[in-house]
């Protein structure tokens, strides 16, 4: 029994052995080899997606955002560049009305004292035509009328200019307004620490003082003992 049973082992060994050369002889793979084994595995990693898929599409994304983001970067800079530009033309605009308001800012004024000037030229003119003896009476009265006309003229200039001349003759002394020269005893009616008489009047425009006026100031008389 024994015998037998090693015999059918022995028969089943020659077997496979003959199998075994025959497919290595056709060149087909062994079951169970390493070559199937690889073959298999490789057939399992073509049917998966490849891994870098994902960093492709990745990579596609961050390069569509940097050409976005370069855009608005030029965007950006051009407006700054515009607004560089205009705000420099309008300083050099505003350069410039500054520079021509000085220059031209007392214009009207000046445009009045030319009429002002014209009545002082003709009145210079008429004395130096009639400047014989006898008709110095005559002269003297159109001189007289022609300063009165400059006269009336100038403070006409002056009002419409908002120029005041100052007449602080009785009003309290003012270190703003006036311009103390001396102190003079206080006089009938004449309160102390008052302007008892101007020297040289002061003028103010727009209601700033631009001169200063002259004046004296009455102060209390010292009785001698």
Known sequence: MAVRSLWAGRLR?????ASTAARESKGWPLPFSTATQRTAGEDCRSEDPPDELGPSLTERALRVKAIK???EVQDLTLRYQRAVADCENIRRRTQRCVE???IFGIQSFCKDLVEVADILEKTTECISEESEPENQKLTLEKVFRGLLLLEAKLKSVFAKHGLEKL????DKYDPHEHELICHVPAGVGVQPGTVALVRQDGYKLHGRTIRLARVEVAVESQRRL
């Open 100 to 102: 021509d308001a000085k």
């Open 13 to 17: 060994v020659q077997r496979l052995l």
């Open 167 to 170: 007449t602080p003759i009785g």
């Open 69 to 71: 983001l370069e855009k």
